[in-house]
């Protein structure tokens, strides 16, 4: 049982570039988590979603997108990487409400645009 | 949404010395209420959880943290550190009708021997 796995660990991109962030999960979580982490912030919600084909905007959207094929997997794109998007990413999963509501995080993608 | 406020961004603390770390949320609607730890370079791990029933809440390492309802505060705290307690704290509010988590902004805590 793996929990919630990220990649990659590190990627350096230059302004304008486009990546996506992978995220997958084999806990049969239904809902998962898109943050980002920048030094004395804490962690702002980027995207969530509920299930399968079901996104949602959190607190800082822009400049992202997400998609929810499958259960399991969440990736994150960027699109015309920019400065402000240097961070550190977690993505995060939990059960569905009526069941116990903690998120678990995978290891982070620390992402540097230069 | 809710806010939430760590009253601390660091905290030195001597080996073998108690530590509080304060934490007070927004608003007083029904809450889920969490502490999260984070060792350098790593992702979150949840060191405790508030949901529900008894307000005083204990981790397996040691930690315990008081949800108290009228200050809308879940303050943590540890009779006595270790080096390894090295580490960010995280607090973190739900409202129980929903899931997403508000974080507070963090607090580092520096062990010292």
């Known amino acids: 049982n793996a929990g919630v796995t990220q990649t990659p660990k590190f990627r350096i991109l230059k302004i304008g570039q486009s990546m996506t962030l992978q995220c997958t999960q084999d806990?049969?979580?239904?809902?998962m988590y898109w943050y980002r982490q920048d030094p004395g912030m804490g962690l702002k919600l980027i995207y969530y979603s509920v299930g399968a084909g079901i996104t949602d905007k959190g607190e800082v959207p822009n400049g992202y997108n997400v998609s929810r094929s499958t259960t399991e997997d969440f990736p994150l794109r960027l699109e015309l990487a920019a400065p402000s998007q240097t961070s550190v990413y977690f993505c995060?999963?939990?059960?569905?409400?009526?069941?116990?509501?903690?998120?678990?995080f995978g290891p982070g993608t620390r992402l540097t645009v230069t | 949404a809710q806010s939430v406020t760590q009253l601390d961004s660091q905290v030195p603390v001597f080996e073998e010395a108690p530590v509080e770390l304060r934490c007070n949320y927004s608003?007083?609607?029904?809450?889920?209420l969490f502490w999260y730890v984070q060792y350098p370079n790593q992702g979150l791990q949840l060191l405790l959880k508030y949901l529900s029933g008894s307000t005083l809440v204990e981790s397996i390492n040691g930690f315990e943290a008081e949800f108290n309802k009228s200050q809308t505060s879940f303050h943590l705290r540890k009779p006595s550190v270790h080096i390894s307690d090295t580490a960010e704290y995280f607090c973190?509010?739900?409202?129980?009708?929903?899931?997403?988590?508000?974080f507070g902004a963090g607090t580092t805590v520096t062990v010292r021997a």
């Open positions: 806990m049969n979580h239904n809902y």
């Open positions: 995060a999963s939990s059960y569905s409400r009526g069941r116990a509501p903690e998120q678990y």
């Open positions: 973190a509010v739900s409202d129980r009708d929903d899931y997403k988590l508000s």
């Open positions: 608003s007083s609607v029904s809450v889920y």
